[in-house]
């Protein structure tokens, strides 16, 4: 059952952009430390960025730093990752992930979000190809 619902996903052109969505279902999301992560099939998930509840302080992927931007809007229990100047090599399924003892400290958090953590949705699918 998943506990977040991402929505956004689709096919878009090199250099286009796209903002994706993370809702939780259900449950406030003020106290969590949120990730996003992405995952092409065959290969392995990665951690792509996330947010700290505490101070909205962010990290990013070094592939995606300068490119990506998360931000969260926890009245209406969302986060965001908005994508610009999209790359072919950022195709894959889209999807965020959270856990009470999750903290986004710092980079080196962001490989963390592989983890089984307890909170995650099902993705949105992203398409770079012209």
């Known amino acids: 059952q998943s506990q977040f619902v991402e929505s956004g996903g689709g096919l878009v052109q090199p250099g286009g952009s796209l903002r994706l969505s993370c809702e939780s279902s259900g449950f406030t999301i003020d106290d969590l430390d949120i990730g996003w992560l992405r995952q092409v099939p065959g290969k392995e998930r990665e951690g792509v960025s996330c947010?700290?509840?505490?101070?909205?302080?962010?990290y990013y992927a070094d592939d995606v730093l300068g490119r990506f931007t998360i931000s969260r809007d926890n009245a209406k229990r969302t986060i965001y990752l908005q994508m610009d100047d999209l790359k072919p090599e950022d195709t894959a399924n889209y999807y965020c992930?959270?856990?009470?003892?999750?903290?986004?400290?710092?980079?080196?958090?962001?490989?963390?979000?592989?983890?089984?953590?307890?909170?995650r949705g099902k993705g949105t699918l992203v398409t770079v190809s012209s």
């Open positions: 992930a959270s856990d009470p003892y999750y903290y986004c400290s710092s980079y080196q958090s962001i490989p963390l979000l592989k983890s089984d953590l307890s909170y």
């Open positions: 947010i700290r509840a505490r101070d909205n302080e962010a």
